[in-house]
């Protein structure tokens, strides 16, 4: 089983070799999350001020109000008990939005929106079926209007993009529609529970002030995509920008500051938040050509990129390296 498990490994990253990142200085801790009560950082959005994070899974609606030396301020909480929160999102209004998405064992009918007011109490709950079944979803992305999209974790890296054909209806369901798919290579960036397929996984989404810039990130890797013109649908064809961020145990969490900056965090009592400074400037506004800098390892169409894995390749990935992530991220 090693064996298999090992040459597994090893035929995903030479059948998908990464390309250069982006020439960018090392990301800069600004301070660790210590307090017992967020030991599973998810997500993470900031206003300016304040950085506002969620925990994954729970029994009941939470949001952490940290300032910037990690401590909290306060609690926004409300009485709702949600299955497995997993991201979080901000509108233009400073609503926060909570991604209730995940789904280890793909056996959910239903996954859900919360939508929560900043001063907190009640929540509104938006619940959304997938046209083609379950799926574990770990990112959220709103769009300058609001929109919400759901990018799905996939474990051979090609993450599903979905958003709702119509209105939210409380508490619904909304039927989801697919828009897209996002193809991930496997990197040599370091770090992640579960070694080479950490690289691929979708684990997080963040998009900027103005919305001109989304993001989605791996346990190693954040990609950043230009939406000139909002359309986060059409920003996921793109090609995006690799920005490595080595070392994070279990990195789930990511969101832009106002002035551009990409924020990360993970899991684990002690982790940091880390900052890429002027981050956002790496993305041309004009299509999505990095400013100065390689291509990412990551692409949105079936012949773009490095080439696919030969079809028995993927059977012994589906194989054995699916139920070896399965095994290491039941509890995740």
């Not at 990130?217 to 793109?238: E, F, H, I, N, S």
């Not at 990551?298 to 079809?311: E, F, N």
Request: charged share 20%; proline share 8%; glycine share 12%.
């Amino acid at each position: 089983m090693r064996v298999v498990l090992a040459a597994t490994a090893f035929l995903l990253l030479i059948g998908a070799l990464p390309a250069s990142a982006a020439a960018l200085p090392a990301p800069e801790t600004l301070c660790r999350v210590t307090d017992p009560r967020i030991t599973e950082l998810s997500g993470l959005v900031s206003d300016g001020t304040h950085w506002y994070a969620i925990n994954d899974g729970g029994t009941k609606v939470q949001v952490y109000v940290l300032d910037r030396s990690c401590a909290v301020q306060k609690v926004l909480s409300a009485s709702a008990d949600p299955y497995d929160v997993e991201d979080l999102a901000r509108a233009a209004d400073g609503t926060l939005w909570l991604s209730d998405t995940g789904d280890n064992s793909n056996k959910r009918a239903t996954v859900a929106l919360l939508e929560l007011k900043p001063s907190g109490g009640s929540v509104t709950l938006h619940r959304l079926t997938y046209p083609d079944g379950p799926h574990d979803t770990e990112a959220l992305l709103l769009d300058r209007s609001g929109t919400p999209y759901l990018i799905t974790k996939d474990i051979l890296g090609d993450a599903k993009v979905y958003r709702p054909n119509g209105p939210l209806a409380t508490p619904g369901p909304t039927p989801l529609e697919q828009v897209g798919t996002v193809t991930i290579h496997s990197t040599d960036t370091k770090g992640g529970p579960v070694g080479a397929f950490g690289s691929v996984l979708v684990t997080g989404g963040a998009t900027n002030a103005d919305g001109t810039v989304v993001a989605l990130r791996t346990y190693t890797d954040a990609y950043l995509y230009a939406a000139p013109d909002g359309d986060v649908a059409a920003a996921l064809k793109g090609s995006p920008v690799r920005v490595p961020l080595a070392g994070e145990k279990q990195g789930e969490a990511m969101a832009f500051e106002p002035d551009g900056s990409l924020l990360s965090a993970g899991e684990g009592v002690g982790q940091p938040v880390r900052s890429v400074k002027n981050a956002v400037s790496l993305v041309s506004a004009a299509g999505g050509s990095p400013a100065g800098a390689p291509q990412a390892a990551a692409d949105s169409s079936p012949g773009g990129g490095v080439p696919a894995l030969p079809a028995a390749v993927l059977a012994v990935v589906v194989v054995f390296g699916g139920w070896l992530l399965l095994r290491k991220l039941r509890r995740r």
